[in-house]
């Protein structure tokens, strides 16, 4: 899925912290919002999964570098962000549109 283009707009009041966890362990997406930007804040790599419903993230999934922001697509269905990380390895989630 492919971002719309223009600027990052970030949804107002809609960035989340997640601490490490070294099983998979999800946030809820509330919103149609078309894109989601991570950061990763730690010393670690994280990797990600968005999508409907429950998620259950892996080593297979969309990597985040150590201190890496970026951007990823959602569908407007798509509600559910999991992710796995190393102890010391922490993340900001947040809705918005655009990215590109």
Same mark, same amino acid.
């Given at each position: 899925? @492919?971002? %719309?283009?223009? !600027?990052?707009? &970030?949804? %107002?009041?809609?960035? #989340? @912290?997640?601490? !490490?966890?070294?099983?998979? +362990?999800?946030?809820?997406?509330?919103?149609?919002? *078309?894109? =989601? %930007?991570?950061?990763?804040? /730690?010393? +670690?790599?994280?990797? =990600? %999964?968005? /999508?409907?419903?429950? #998620? *259950? &993230?892996? =080593?297979?999934? *969309?990597?985040? !570098?150590?201190?890496?922001? =970026?951007?990823?697509?959602?569908? !407007? $269905? $798509?509600?559910?962000?999991?992710?796995?990380?190393?102890?010391? *390895?922490?993340?900001?989630? #947040?809705?918005? $549109?655009?990215?590109?």
């Amino acid at each position: 899925m @492919s971002l %719309r283009g223009g !600027p990052w707009a &970030a949804k %107002r009041g809609s960035n #989340q @912290s997640a601490g !490490p966890s070294s099983s998979s +362990n999800s946030k809820t997406l509330n919103g149609p919002e *078309t894109s =989601v %930007r991570i950061h990763n804040y /730690g010393a +670690n790599i994280c990797f =990600v %999964r968005i /999508g409907k419903g429950a #998620q *259950t &993230a892996s =080593v297979a999934d *969309t990597p985040i !570098p150590a201190g890496a922001t =970026v951007i990823l697509a959602k569908g !407007p $269905e $798509e509600d559910t962000i999991a992710y796995i990380s190393s102890a010391g *390895t922490s993340i900001y989630i #947040q809705l918005g $549109e655009g990215g590109s």
